[in-house]
């Protein structure tokens, strides 16, 4: 009988890895057109190439987007306020047809983020940066704040309180769960381990083009603003700044951000109690804040 009910289990658990192989072959292949729909352009700076969307008209937001993300994430974070606005959202290094030369640093993105206005003849941006895109956005306006109007962090990663002992050298999930297969096998973990419904893997895939941009945001992006406390005296900010944050954020803690908040001058917390890294079910409210930010800087 024990023999029988083991392998019952093989072919149950046989069945559900080839059934999910298939949907996740078919959803790859779905989203890998949808992403010919976004119009992407590459550029050639002195990192190498970058791909990015850039659509609309008026002030121009530069969106920074997070750890598995890509010109589609960037552009999609903004899809709800997006008409008005001139919406430039690049791929970050190693993701989506942008290249990963020189060491990834927060402070190289920022370096190629100004080469593409300058390409572009775009003089001064707003930033919003989501998750791990924040310790770019928040470099790139210490070291241009010339050419920033506002920072908006949106459920974003936040700079220490002070400085830390000790801090994790590695932040984010290891290289072999890095694929299309794994990552849509592990999607079911998504709501209880990060707070986020289990379709996000959709927006996710093909994770294979975006695995050296993960890598990169575990090993330098995540930790900079920990290991390199000192570079980062956001008490010196010449911008304003609109913080968005859920409370109930598994990934980016609210904790964290009512220990740094202090550290922002000139800055607007906007909080939520509920909604999640992905703020759901606040896109008005969202998008509401944005707006009275944007304009409010522009009286």
Request: with cysteine; aromatic share 10%; charged share 20%.
């Amino acid at each position: 009988m024990k023999v029988y009910i083991l392998v019952g289990v093989l072919l149950v658990a046989g069945m559900y890895l080839l059934v999910q192989g298939i949907r996740c072959n078919r959803a790859t292949k779905e989203k890998l057109k949808q992403l010919s729909e976004y119009d992407a352009k590459t550029i050639s700076l002195s990192y190498g190439d970058m791909s990015y969307v850039d659509k609309g008209n008026g002030e121009v937001i530069l969106s920074v987007h997070g750890i598995f993300g890509g010109y589609d994430q960037a552009f999609d974070t903004c899809k709800d306020f997006a008409s008005g606005y001139r919406i430039l959202a690049p791929s970050r290094f190693g993701y989506l047809g942008s290249d990963m030369l020189g060491s990834g640093t927060p402070a190289e993105q920022a370096i190629a983020y100004a080469e593409l206005l300058d390409r572009l003849g775009i003089d001064k941006v707003y930033l919003l940066a989501t998750s791990a895109g924040g310790s770019i956005a928040i470099r790139f306006a210490l070291d241009y704040p010339e050419r920033t109007k506002g920072l908006i962090l949106y459920c974003s990663a936040m700079p220490p309180a002070a400085k830390p002992a000790n801090y994790a050298e590695y932040a984010g999930p290891p290289a072999f769960l890095c694929n299309d297969y794994a990552m849509f096998l592990m999607n079911p973990l998504f709501e209880p381990v990060m707070g986020m419904d289990a379709s996000t893997i959709y927006g996710m895939l093909p994770v294979g083009e975006r695995k050296a941009g993960v890598i990169l945001d575990a090993s330098i992006t995540n930790p900079d603003m920990a290991r390199n406390y000192d570079s980062y005296i956001i008490e010196d900010l010449q911008v304003p700044t609109l913080i968005l944050h859920a409370k109930d954020d598994k990934l980016a803690s609210y904790a964290d951000v009512e220990k740094a908040w202090d550290r922002f001058p000139n800055s607007t917390l906007v909080s939520f109690e509920t909604g999640g890294h992905l703020m759901v079910g606040h896109e008005e409210e969202v998008k509401d804040a944005v707006m009275a930010f944007v304009k409010e800087q522009t009286l």
